[in-house]
Nanobody, 120 residues
Framework: VQLQAYGGGLVQAGGSLRLSCTASGRTYNVYTRGWFRQAPGKEREFVAASTRTGLTMTADSVKGRFTVSIDYAKGLMYLEMNSLKPEDTAIYYC???????????????WGQGTQVTVSS
C-alpha cells in the first residue's frame, strides 16, 4: 500500500485546513485508515481513524474540531481540521492497518507526512 498525505500549510489560530491522503496498491486488506501527528521533540500521537465498516474514533485533544472521512470511490481519506490551535502544529501522517487500533504500532503502511503550522 502506498500512501501520500498532502494539504498541510501555515494557518492562523482559529482557522481551518483539510488534509488529504491518497491510497493505492493492495488496499483490499486495509481495515482502518488513520491520521497521526508528531510535533518536534514529542512522540507520534493518534489523531483520528475510520474503518471500512464506518467506525470512527477521534483523540480527545481534537474531538469536536477534527473530522476524519473516507471517499472509497476516489481512494481518498480526509482530515477536516477546524478551530486550529498552535498546539496542533505538527507533521501529520496517514497510515493504514489491518486491525482497529489507535496505537501507531498497529499500522503497517505510512505516508510521508505533511506539515501543519498554526500561528498564534
Amino acid at each position: 500500500v502506498q500512501l501520500q498525505a498532502y494539504g498541510g500549510g501555515l494557518v492562523q489560530a482559529g482557522g481551518s485546513l483539510r488534509l488529504s491522503c491518497t491510497a493505492s496498491g493492495r488496499t483490499y486488506n486495509v481495515y482502518t485508515r488513520g491520521w497521526f501527528r508528531q510535533a518536534p521533540g514529542k512522540e507520534r500521537e493518534f489523531v483520528a481513524a475510520s474503518t471500512r465498516t464506518g467506525l470512527t474514533m477521534t483523540a480527545d485533544s481534537v474531538k469536536g474540531r477534527f473530522t476524519v472521512s473516507i471517499d472509497y470511490a476516489k481512494g481518498l481519506m480526509y482530515l477536516e481540521m477546524n478551530s486550529l490551535k498552535p498546539e496542533d502544529t505538527a507533521i501529520y501522517y496517514c497510515a493504514t492497518s489491518g486491525g482497529w487500533s489507535r496505537r501507531s504500532t498497529a499500522y503497517d503502511y505510512w505516508g510521508q507526512g505533511t506539515q501543519v503550522t498554526v500561528s498564534s
